[in-house]
């Protein structure tokens, strides 16, 4: 039974390499002549789909743009419901602004809740840095996730350094 098992194996393993795939382009021609063969083939290449694929694509990049952000992270430092919480907030807010004035800030009502959310993080580990950061001031901050700002390329610092 072990010998036909084995020999079994053997002819499958041995059989599945006819099956492989040749290389359609020249090998001596070097990386140019593969790429002018590959755009060849690629040029050639029609793709079929369904009409309302594409449909589907317009709606969600229109989506996209009507919601004027990304799914990403900020740190919320405050929220409160009480009867003078929007002032609590904005006393927050101003302080947050003037002890980190590089980190943008954010002031939410939430119903009930005012908030105070600080932070544009695109990943869960840009928000930790910024939390272990600010921890010494707001050590109760935690993650949230929120529809954030489009990251700037350019910061106005490198604009000004160019054109100078």
């Known amino acids: 039974m072990k010998y036909l098992c084995s020999v079994i194996f053997f002819f499958i393993l041995f059989s599945s390499q006819g099956y ?25 290449l029609q793709i079929r789909q369904d009409p309302r694929i594409t449909d589907l694509l317009i709606r969600h990049s229109q989506i ?24 609590q907030a904005e006393r927050v807010k101003n302080e947050f602004s003037t002890l980190f004035p590089d980190i943008t800030n954010y002031l939410l009502f939430q119903t009930p809740n005012f908030k105070v959310r600080i932070g544009d993080f695109r990943s869960k580990s840009e928000a930790l840095k910024t939390k272990a950061f600010i921890s010494s001031k707001y050590p109760n901050a935690f993650i949230v996730k929120d529809n954030i700002r489009f990251p700037e390329f350019f910061t106005k610092k490198v604009e000004q350094s160019q054109q100078q």
Do not use: H, P, V, Y
């Not at 900020?74 to 009480?82: G, M, N, P, T, Y």
């Open 20 to 44: 492989a795939q040749k290389d359609t382009l020249d090998q001596n021609s070097g990386i140019s002549g593969q790429t002018a063969k590959m755009e060849e083939l690629l040029g050639k």
């Open 64 to 87: 996209n743009q009507r919601r004027r952000g990304t799914d990403g992270f900020r740190l919320e430092i405050f929220f409160a419901s009480d009867t003078k919480a929007r002032e």
